[in-house]
């Protein structure tokens, strides 16, 4: 049979196979473009988020981001294959407290604050404390490798080179919009605080040691 004989119900498929086409590309689209925007503001100074409307948090003059128990909110699923190949969920260390650093090997900020956190974490292991990294814009394991052994850092990173677990992260919470970033979990999986800019030692404990020292 030929196209222009084709009975109605065939023509009716074939403009809701191609409309159902147009939505998936459009859906694509938008998530290409809100990772995009994500990481336009790669491995930059950083920057600030107010605490108005809802949002429930307040950022001090360090930059750094705080919110008071009983108002925060849980991160998101994070879950996946580490750089070195393993399995990993964050929601496993509920009743820990976590460090959450976003980098990547090709950055400089990064690059700045690793020798911190690599001391940093070692300190704290002992403590109730787990720091996580997750990796992203790195095209291959290879250079994420290579880069934990020159700083010596131990702790596990996610590897997430296209930014899908930093897009779980709810609009007007504390998500990491910069890289790098730094979040602080309370022992139950809430997001305390944020940095979006790369943290010293001094700062990255000012962090740190109040959600330690919660009840």
Known sequence: MSAASAPPHANRTTRAAERTRRVRRSAALTAGLAATAL???ACGSGGTSGG???TNFVTGTDGVATVAQGKRTPAPDLSGKTIAGKT???ADYKGKVVVLNVWGSWCNPCRAEAKYFAKVSKAYAGKGV???GIN???TSTG???AFEKDWEITYPSLYDPTGKLLLRFKKGTLNPQAIPSTLILDRDGKIAARSLSALSEERLL????PVVAEK
């Open 52 to 54: 108005g409307g809802n």
């Open 130 to 132: 787990q720091f996580v």
């Open 39 to 41: 990481l336009v503001s």
């Open 206 to 209: 000012k962090m740190l040691k």
């Open 88 to 90: 990993l969920d964050v």
């Open 143 to 145: 250079a994420a490798l």
């Open 136 to 138: 992203t814009r790195d």
